[in-house]
Structure formats: structure tokens, C-alpha cells
């Protein structure tokens, strides 16, 4: 059995969790916690940047960060399930989620800049940045949303956990300006019973 090692708030975590049910694979996955922020959890020796989700194989090989785990189980799946096999449609999911990483990026960022860093040592220029990364790339988002597939590819998991770390850490601001992003993600949600099951609150 394959092992996962992630956390219940992890947006990128979240988005293996969605492949595991998309794919079929919940039986032959084990999740475990893990705390990135432990100098004692094993994390830090499956993958040596002590970053989650690492996904630790029936050989023991570990398979790290969320991109390439995912790669990985589309591959095992057969191939071209999440990740297009058509040049073209590999390449728009491929963008796409590159741009809705981009976009958990730097909320994470900001939320450890918020966690982390005292207040009267926060660099109101260094945070502005990072909101418009996310800002621009939901304008992009919201002016054309992508198609959703019959079996979301990565690209459109990624958007979907991005879209949720926003409710989660963000109190859902993005929604009052997105619209078509709102109803995007209502139909993700009603055709993945994954992206309900892995929500969390806190």
C-alpha cells in the first residue's frame, strides 16, 4: 500500500487526495499526517525540504512535491487521465496548473507572513506583491474559466484547491469579485465527491 504524508489543511495535499478518488486508487492509499514545522517528524528524512505531500511507494521510494505525484499516479492509472495525452490539452492543463500553483504559493506565503513574522516587521510591499499575483491570476481566471473535463485534469484539481484555500484562509473574499469562478467551482464540487470529503475549517 502507498503511504501519503500531507496534512488536513494543505492545499496541495488536498489536491493528491482529489487524484486518489478521481483515479480510484482510495483503497491502495494510506494516509499519514505530517507536520512540516516538526524538526522530529520523518517527513524531513522522505523528503529532504521537510515539504508535504510526499508520497512514500510499496518500494519505499518517495515521490515529491504535488506535480510530480500526480504525474505519477496518472501513470499508473494508465495514462492520460489527468494529464491530457494530446499535446495541446496536455499543455493548457499542464499552464493551468502551474498558474493555480502559482496562486497557493503565495497564499501560503502570506498566511506564514501573517503566522510567523511580528507585525512591525512586516514589508507592506513584499505582501502587496503576492496579492497581486493572486489577484492577476483570478482576473485571468474569472474572465475565462476553464472547461471542466469528465475526468478533471490536474490543471482544473489544482484551480478547484486553490479556489478552497481561498475560503479556508481568506475567508472567501475571492468570491465577490469572481462570479464564474463561484459557479465553476459549484460544479467541480458536485462532480467530485473528494473536494467535499477533504474540506476542512480550520
Not at 478521481?22 to 522530529?40: C, M, Y
Not at 520523518?42 to 510499496?58: D, F, H, V
Amino acid at each position: 500500500m502507498m503511504i501519503l504524508r500531507s496534512s488536513p489543511p494543505s492545499p496541495f495535499g488536498r489536491k493528491i487526495k482529489l487524484a486518489i478518488g478521481i483515479l480510484g486508487f482510495d483503497q491502495e492509499v494510506r494516509i499519514e499526517k505530517a507536520d512540516p514545522t516538526d524538526a522530529s517528524d520523518s517527513i524531513r528524512k522522505q523528503n529532504p525540504l521537510g515539504k508535504i505531500p510526499a508520497l512514500i511507494l510499496e518500494n519505499g521510494t518517495v515521490v515529491y512535491d504535488s506535480p510530480v505525484i500526480l504525474d505519477y499516479l496518472d501513470h499508473r492509472a494508465g495514462g492520460g487521465k489527468i494529464i491530457p495525452s494530446e499535446p495541446d490539452a496536455r499543455l493548457a492543463a499542464l499552464t493551468l496548473q502551474a498558474l493555480c500553483d502559482g496562486i497557493l504559493d503565495a497564499g501560503i506565503l502570506l498566511v506564514y507572513e501573517g503566522r510567523w513574522r511580528p507585525p512591525e516587521m512586516a514589508v507592506q510591499k513584499w505582501i502587496d506583491h503576492q496579492r497581486g499575483k493572486v489577484q492577476r491570476a483570478l482576473d485571468v481566471l474569472e474572465a475565462a474559466p476553464p472547461q471542466l473535463d469528465a475526468i478533471p485534469n490536474v490543471g482544473q484539481i489544482t484551480l478547484a484547491c486553490a479556489l478552497g484555500y481561498g475560503d479556508l484562509r481568506f475567508e472567501g473574499k475571492w468570491r465577490e469579485g469572481c462570479p464564474q469562478l463561484v459557479k465553476w467551482l459549484d460544479d467541480f464540487a458536485s462532480r467530485v465527491p473528494a473536494f467535499e470529503q477533504t474540506r476542512v475549517t480550520a
